[in-house]
């Protein structure tokens, strides 16, 4: 799939994952153990064969970089393929840094590109996607632009956080609405977009002409009567990891075992880094129900529907439920901990209980020492 160029967005400026984003970006975050956010859309180019990949990160690059490396573990053909990590220089918290503003920094990289088509994947969305199949379906309808979306009947409780597609009954866009809540059916915006490279560069410019204030979520919507702008429906599993509590919820969702086979297919790996490490032991006293675990751990008390990520330790009498627990996290003897999540490198040994709700679930900050 040569003829398509994939580029991966950072997070939008109303994505606020609280405490984990604070230490980085959202594509870098930990996800069920042992991936981060962002391997799920790089597996998504990867399998369907494009070999040029661009990945845009603003805020706190070092673990996102740190990660990615030079991209080999993503299976892109290291003779004719590439993963290039492109900076935004604009401030995080200014109302100009934007995709709009990181694509002009970047603009000659685009305009040097040989393909014909982007494919432009949000790096916050949990989902399985062939974007061959998206791509010519793209080609054949004839359309402008590709909007990719999946239809739910709980928006009024999920996806709070995303943009919505209003379409017609031919699937044309409409317009791109927030989510607020108010309806339970909706087509929630899966931040993929697709079109001619040539369109897209005019549009860069256009809009940072216009207003650098313009995202290309805004444009597009700005464009939805002058332009040909059709939808086409995802099937299978879809989260989106927009806020802290979705983060949290999509983590829970993926224990089950039936939910976690509708996102994961041994015919479509996801890639990510790999790390050298013996396998978890359980010791005298270990029970673990329900629960992801990843290598490298050490459990002596109870684990009770949560994730586990690799290095933790898990002490004597120590209850861990509804939790995830992030790299190299001890939880020591006789602690409780309920529908938290606990940041990398934490020592609770002090303190014997920590518990948030499951509609307001806990954070411990990374490195705090309890």
Known sequence: MSSALGIINFASNLTKVAGLQDYRSVGAISFLGRYRVIDFPI?????????????????KPRSLAEHLGTGRQYNINSKRGRLHLLFAEDELDSLYSNDI????????????????????????????????????????????????????????EQFLTCQTLELNRQKGVLSITPNRGTAKNRQIFAGTYVMRRDLFIDMIKKAHNTSAMYSLLDWVNLMCNELDIRGVAHRGYFGSITDFKSYYDTSMSLIDLKTARSLFDPDWPIYTRTSDSCPTQYLEGADVKASVISNGCRIEGTIDHSILSRGCIIKKGAVVKNCVILPDVVIGEDTVLENVVVDKHVRINHIKEVKGTPEHPGYVKRGDHL
């Open 43 to 59: 597996s998504n180019f990867s399998n369907s064969g494009m070999e040029n990949i661009h990945v845009y990160t603003r805020w």
């Open 101 to 156: 503003s990181a694509y002009m920094d970047n603009i000659e990289v685009i305009e040097n590109s040989c393909h014909d088509y982007v494919i432009v994947a949000s790096s916050c969305m949990i989902f399985k996607q062939d974007c061959k199949e998206l791509l010519d379906q793209h080609i054949e309808s004839g359309a402008d632009i590709t909007l990719l979306y999946h239809s739910t009947d709980n928006a009024k």
